[in-house]
T-cell receptor
Framework: SQQGEEDPQALSIQEGENATMNCSYK?????LQWYRQNSGRGLVHLILIRSNEREKHSGRLRVTLDTSKKSSSLLITASRAADTASYFCATDNPLQGAQKLVFGQGTRLTINP | GAVVSQHPSWVICKSGTSVKIECRSLDFQATTMFWYRQFPKQSLMLMATSNEGSKATYEQGVEKDKFLINHASLTLSTLTVTSAHPEDSSFYIC????????????FGPGTRLTVT
């Protein structure tokens, strides 16, 4: 089964608002990554947070990681129409050699102009 | 940044035929490539891990005789869907790691396969 579960499955907000997406996972991890996918396209790597980190920033993105709760959140501030996409979290599993990524179900984000 | 390409970007084929999809790392050598499958509005499911010069490692439930993977060089991996059926219609995405110590994967743009 999927390692990561994300919520909400779909999120629709107005341009300029902040968007928050959550991801939960089941096993221990080395790191957690967030990816964006525009419709019918490949994935774009957004940010990686290691298991010993609690928060990371990149531009308008803020990621938090709570290993005790096995959860992460992605915050996009001051959203833009171009942020409309699906967002996936992905985790590795140290027991499987840390090579493979397991993706969450994804959150479909729509930014309304 | 690391760029991964896929060819073709979309393909339509008839049931029973075979289709080959190429995945290339354009500006780096990829010791490991991954093949994923994605159904509409769903997440990516890992199909197999492809290591250069060795046999691919398939995930549970993926038929290795149906989805043939070849990683002949450090910049090219191919996925061949043999005797395709309509249920094989999907979005196939490859990714590549820059090196053994690298955590990040760089994804190709995907290939849309439609089997009629």
């Amino acid at each position: 089964s999927q390692q990561g579960e994300e919520d909400p499955q779909a999120l629709s907000i107005q341009e300029g608002e902040n968007a928050t997406m959550n991801c939960s996972y089941k096993t221990s991890i080395n790191n957690l990554q967030w990816y964006r996918q525009n419709s019918g396209r490949g994935l774009v790597h957004l940010i990686l947070i290691r298991s010993n980190e609690r928060e990371k920033h990149s531009g308008r993105l803020r990621v938090t990681l709570d290993t005790s709760k096995k959860s992460s959140s992605l915050l996009i501030t001051a959203s833009r129409a171009a942020d409309t996409a699906s967002y996936f979290c992905a985790t590795d599993n140290p027991l499987q050699g840390a090579q493979k990524l397991v993706f969450g179900q994804g959150t479909r984000l729509t930014i309304n102009p | 940044g690391a760029v991964v390409s896929q060819h073709p970007s979309w393909v339509i084929c008839k049931s029973g035929t075979s289709v080959k999809i190429e995945c290339r790392s354009l500006d780096f050598q990829a010791t490991t490539m991954f093949w994923y499958r994605q159904f509409p509005k769903q997440s990516l499911m890992l199909m197999a891990t492809s290591n250069e010069g060795s046999k691919a490692t398939y995930e549970q439930g993926v038929e290795k005789d149906k989805f043939l993977i070849n990683h002949a060089s450090l910049t090219l991996s191919t996925l061949t869907v043999t005797s395709a059926h309509p249920e094989d219609s999907s979005f196939y995405i490859c990714s590549a790691r820059v090196g053994r110590g690298s955590v990040e994967q760089y994804f190709g743009p995907g290939t849309r396969l439609t089997v009629t």
